[in-house]
């Protein structure tokens, strides 16, 4: 069989994130060259220079000049948290490399730590990718296809009929080499043109071309200011053509997550409360992180 170039691309390894952050010293440090990269500014008055106290479980700073205490957590993911910025970074980890997603069950396994404490970090972490999330719209070259979750619960109607099945629209944008940047999902009511408008001025920035198949509602995006240029794919699906390939990466990485983040799943009734984009994201990263560099 193929080797599968994307399956074997390498990522952070476990002794490797261990190395480089298995230390409450180094993930202190990680976590200031982030908040500031030129070094500690008093939020307050903007002076630099300060003492470190230790009066808490994590660093905090004090101005020389007004005296105001800053900790190094306050105003970030971690802030008010009891638990050691090791355990944060771990989770961090595997929530980032789970390639099939990973319950809040799995989580407290892992961390050792109580199911409402995995669940609050879970829920922490995704409410973070969210927001990140919200803040980019895809430009440039972007995939587009829509697709559909669930239809298969019990007792129901099979295929296009089923009440469970949840339209959303999945999206990729490449960069000149073809290599995927940003992922965007999103819940749409229907495949109709005014859905997808609706859905590409929030998500796409105007001028950037789309590629699709032939579905017509998909030329909607042209209302949001992008160009479409659908693929007449005629009885074939995306999912044969290369050239949509990291859609069906995703859509299928999507699927994994899915299966391994919730079990029994009414996707009409809960799939509005999932943030889709994390769920994908979380799995594609391992495939995604080696092409950024
Ligand atoms: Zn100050």
Redesign the pocket.
Same mark, same amino acid.
């Given at each position: 069989m193929a080797m599968n170039r994307i399956q074997f691309q390498p990522g952070l390894s476990l002794p490797a994130l261990l190395e480089q952050f298995g230390t409450e010293a180094q993930c202190e440090a990680a976590l200031e060259t982030a908040r500031w990269p030129q070094g500690f500014r @008093?939020p307050? *008055?903007?002076?630099a220079t300060h003492y470190v106290l230790h009066v808490g479980a994590h660093k905090t700073f004090q @101005?020389q000049? *007004?005296r105001?205490q800053t900790s190094l957590i306050a105003g970030t993911l971690f802030q008010s948290t009891h638990l050691a910025l090791t355990l944060w970074f771990l989770a961090i980890y595997l929530v980032s490399q789970a390639k099939t997603g990973l319950s809040a069950l799995a989580l407290k396994r892992q961390l050792g730590v109580s199911y409402p404490t995995a669940s609050l970090i879970q829920h922490k972490l995704m409410q973070a990718m969210a927001e990140r999330d919200a803040r980019y719209t895809l430009a440039g070259q972007v995939l587009v296809d829509d697709a559909y979750l669930g239809g298969e619960l019990a007792g129901g109607k099979a295929g296009r009929g089923s009440e469970n099945k949840v339209p959303f629209v999945a999206a990729v944008s490449l960069n000149a080499e073809g290599h995927p940047v940003y992922v965007k999902m999103a819940l749409v009511p229907g495949f109709t043109r005014k859905a997808i408008a609706d859905w590409a001025k929030v998500d796409l920035s105007p001028g950037c071309r789309v590629f699709s198949d032939g579905l017509a509602c998909l030329a909607g995006v042209t209302d949001a200011g992008c160009q479409h240029q659908p693929t007449i794919v005629g009885t074939r699906k995306p999912k044969d053509l290369p050239e949509f390939c990291w859609i069906n990466t995703i859509l299928g990485n999507l699927k994994t997550s899915l299966g391994g983040a919730y079990h029994a799943f009414d996707f009409a009734k809960r799939s509005s409360r999932i943030n889709l984009n994390n769920l994908c994201e979380s799995s594609i990263v391992g495939s995604w992180a080696t092409w950024r560099r």
């Open positions: @008093c307050r *008055c903007g002076q @101005c000049a *007004c105001v």
